[in-house]
């Protein structure tokens, strides 16, 4: 046995209840024990090993997503998604160092990083754990570790590299910046390790909701084509849907329809050492990887079912946050801003933070993820007294169906189901109306304020759309493949399949690479894509400055350089005395 001070252990015997249940957790350790003695066990064995990982997987949700900057500091920062003022926040309209946003995603993922190294260190001397239960708890713990420098290079560009923990003694807590290029193939190394030590998520000894081989595979296939987008030289073009969100008639703001504007790309600074063609080679191959099944079993779900409680950790859902419902350490409380809290007569509580009407009208009239994954009605708390109701979009169909008419002369047909509910529906273009999503409403409880959203970091949706864009980018341009691969995702959600020939035909690289990015911002709206995808295509300036300055409901849009990164936080500039200075502007 090995002695293991307490305050390493009490956030390891928290982790258990996250992913393993209370029961789980109560056979692991006793939980009295961390609350009363000074010091408790962990064993040498397989189980002791698969503790220390827990301890780094759990601090991701007690610590990270516990709090309001995540997803915020992921989501926030795009062209598609707004919200109040208010709500929004001074991150969302880029002020980025008036915020600890920017301040919490660095020393909350560097936390992550510390557990994952005190993981390796007291894994790695285990002599009684087995060889495959110990490779696979060291290589979910690179795996976890690789996923934080990801997050923290896209975000801030050059960073320490802490390879140890702060109490070892086997390295300077003080570290320099690294270049871009380097952290990369550090992350790249470890997701390497990670997919040959980590079990399938078909092998016998996995754990449902821990990240697998799999998702080191997948995860690997993101970062070469983040690399390989980024190292694009400048003038390749990118469209993109958007542009002023609207205009005055007769003095009413009336919203526009996003429109075509071709974007020049410039190349992300950093990135200029990577062989783009390579890497997207690389990226395209290890996503087919994974689609083929080389490191498990993975495809899509039928939409309907997709965000199902029932279908969580498994098939499309390869890597997500693990959270409990109604639970102060592991429960998550954006929803209420995200999907709203249900009162006890079905009015809504919060819907804070949607996406834009922009956002909305990229999609076609019947496809799934607005016929669907949008609320369209809903009673908000204070209109409960009066009968009162809120609709989405404001438009004249989603005008008669709320108020329960359906035909175009404006005919009441009788009470059917799900429309003519006695409520008094209304609409406005401002920013209580937006395209709220409906993907964060399948919780067990959702009158609670900490719910168990299990927010998906990958999905096999994911691993197909970037098979696509890379596959495209490799080969000069799009191929068969790349545009089944497309419209496996757009045919699940009863989207019309794109073609390589005729009218509207997507037959060219641009053409090609413009809408997979397209799809990418529909099928992940939420989900912490959109702002890093216009980054590492370097158009994220030209994109959303193309709005005007601010949006529908006056989010402010405008960008310049300095916003292509974020601010180093004041706890390590001038504090590490190899960091003197900020980021570019900042």
């Known amino acids: ?136 708890a060291l290589g979910e713990a690179y795996f976890l570790k690789s996923y934080a420098y990801f ?194 007569a079905g009015e809504v509580y919060g819907l804070h933070h949607g996406m834009r009407d922009h956002w909305y009208k990229l999609f076609e009239p019947q496809d799934y993820r607005i016929t669907k994954g949008v609320m369209h009605r809903w009673q908000r708390y204070h209109a409960v007294e009066y009968r009162g109701g809120s609709y989405y979009p404001n438009n004249e169909e989603w005008k008669r169906k709320a108020q329960g008419y359906t035909d175009e002369n404006g005919q009441k047909v009788g009470p059917v189901a799900p429309f003519n509910d006695g409520l008094s529906y209304e609409s406005k273009n401002d920013n209580t109306y937006m395209a709220y999503l409906t993907k964060y409403t399948y919780v067990t409880d959702r009158t609670k304020k900490r719910t168990d959203i299990h927010y998906p970091f990958l999905r096999f949706a994911d691993v197909l759309l970037m098979y696509a864009e890379a596959a495209n980018e490799a080969n000069g341009g799009p191929t068969q493949e790349a545009l089944d691969a497309l419209n496996k995702v757009r045919v699940r959600s009863n989207a019309t399949p794109k073609s390589l020939t005729g009218a509207g035909g997507i037959n060219n690289q641009e053409l090609f690479r413009s809408a997979v990015l397209e799809e990418r911002a529909m099928e992940f709206a939420e989900e912490g894509d959109r702002r890093w995808d216009l980054i590492r295509w370097g158009i994220y300036l030209p994109v959303m400055n193309a709005i005007g300055g601010a949006d529908e409901v006056d989010i402010v849009k405008s960008r310049s350089e300095k916003h292509l990164l974020f601010p180093l936080p004041g706890s390590e500039v001038g504090v590490n005395k190899y960091i003197q200075k900020n980021n570019p502007g900042w």
């Open 151 to 344: 997050l923290l290079v896209r975000a801030f560009g050059d960073l320490p590299i802490r390879d140890h923990t702060i109490n070892s003694d086997l390295q300077d807590l003080q570290q320099p910046r690294q270049s871009v290029d380097s952290v990369y193939h550090y992350i790249i190394g470890m997701l390497q390790k990670g997919e040959t030590m980590m079990y399938k998520n078909t092998d016998k000894d996995f754990v449902l909701g821990h990240a697998s081989a799999g998702a080191a595979a997948s995860l690997l296939a993101k970062v070469y084509l983040t690399m390989a987008s980024g190292a694009v030289p400048t003038g390749e073009k990118v469209i993109v849907r958007g542009g002023k969100p609207y205009q005055y008639v007769n003095g009413e703001r009336v919203y526009t329809s996003p429109v075509a504007i071709e974007h020049t790309k410039t190349q992300l600074a950093g990135y200029e050492k990577f062989d783009s063609k390579a890497y997207f080679t690389l990226a395209r191959d290890k996503a087919k990887e994974v689609i083929d099944g080389k490191y498990g079993t993975y495809d899509l779900l039928p939409y309907d079912v997709l965000w199902e409680k029932s279908n969580r950790n498994k098939v499309e859902h390869i890597w997500s946050l693990q959270t409990v419902s109604g639970d102060e350490i592991y429960g998550v409380s954006f929803g209420e801003g995200y999907a709203g809290l249900l009162g006890t």
């Open 1 to 136: 046995m090995k002695k293991i001070k307490i305050k390493a252990l009490m956030l390891l015997s928290l982790g258990c209840i996250a992913l393993f249940g209370l029961t789980a957790c109560a056979d692991a350790l006793d939980e009295k024990s961390f609350s009363f003695a000074d010091e408790t066990t962990i064993s040498d064995s397989n189980e002791g090993a698969q503790q220390w990982v827990t301890g780094a997987y759990s601090a991701l949700t007690y610590e990270v997503f516990r709090w309001d900057a995540f997803p915020h500091v992921l989501d926030f920062d795009c062209d598609y998604m707004s919200g109040p003022d208010w709500a929004f926040g001074k991150f969302g309209s880029g002020n980025f160092q008036d915020d600890d946003h920017a301040q919490q995603m660095w020393e909350k993922l560097y936390n992550i990083i510390h557990r994952c190294n005190l993981a390796m260190e007291n894994i790695e001397p285990m002599k009684n754990a087995s060889v495959a239960a110990k490779n696979n």
